[in-house]
């Protein structure tokens, strides 16, 4: 399983979002590179970084950063936050980006999806799958997606999607524990899903692993230290692809 730390930007800096809300903001860096640096120092061999400025304004704001972050740090780097149009698409991926993820054009243009995973291949775009109670939100979680997560894997399956980032928003920044059954049911149906939300121990690792989960994203529980790199790769401790490879 590979262990995937996150990168979360708001005005410029690293933070960490309670339950994906706004208001609920704890900042952890005023340098996002430099944090990303410390994270492949420390062994990650990919990042997942999100714009969430970009989630909320529904275009992204920090494509240079992400894309320094992309040149810079010598790992796969996934993208996500606000990606809505197909110059987007093309920037972050001819940027440097190992892969872009996509929430709310997932819920709400399957057929646009499609034609970006035929253009640039199942590895390289992904899709993000944020719920709340078993449906999925959109718009940086600020508006529900009208779907159920297995009816939007429905839709998504015939596209040719290979890769899901799956996220219990509920739990995300609370460090109470990932939503094991809901991985394990995304990866029955054969995708690649990246677990987050609510990963706290090297035991949720552990349970995340067991249910077949390709990879866990990593946030509050690196930056408040409930669980360090190292403690996360132990666990892991298989040689699962990273994004882009």
Do not use: K
Request: aromatic share 4%.
């Amino acid at each position: 399983m590979l262990i995937v730390p996150a990168i979360d930007l708001l005005e410029g800096r690293c933070v960490r979002l309670e339950q994906g809300d706004y208001g609920r903001v704890t900042r952890f860096g005023d340098d996002p590179l430099a944090v990303a640096r410390a994270f492949v120092a420390q062994g990650a061999a990919a990042l997942h970084v999100v714009d969430l400025d970009g989630a909320r304004q529904g275009r992204p704001v920090h494509v240079e950063a992400v894309l320094a972050l992309c040149r810079e740090t010598d790992v796969p780097v996934q993208v996500g936050g606000g990606i809505r149009v197909a110059e987007d698409v093309r920037r972050y991926l001819e940027g440097g980006a190992g892969r872009v993820v996509l929430g709310t054009v997932a819920a709400r243009n399957t057929g646009w999806m499609g034609e970006l995973i035929e253009r640039w291949g199942p590895d390289r775009v992904a899709a993000a799958v944020d719920a709340r109670q078993g449906r999925v939100v959109v718009e940086g979680w600020t508006e529900s997606g009208g779907v159920s997560v297995d009816g939007l894997l429905d839709r998504l399956e015939p596209t040719g999607l290979r890769t899901v980032v799956y996220t219990d928003t509920r739990r995300d920044g609370t460090l109470t524990g990932p939503d094991v059954e809901g991985t394990a049911r995304i990866v029955r149906r054969g995708f690649r899903t990246f677990a987050a939300g609510g990963i706290r121990t090297a035991s949720h690792l552990a349970a995340l692993r067991g249910a077949g989960a390709t990879g866990a994203v990593l946030g509050s529980s690196l930056y408040r230290g409930t669980l360090t790199l190292a403690e996360a790769l132990a666990t892991a401790a298989t040689g699962a692809e990273a994004p882009g490879c």
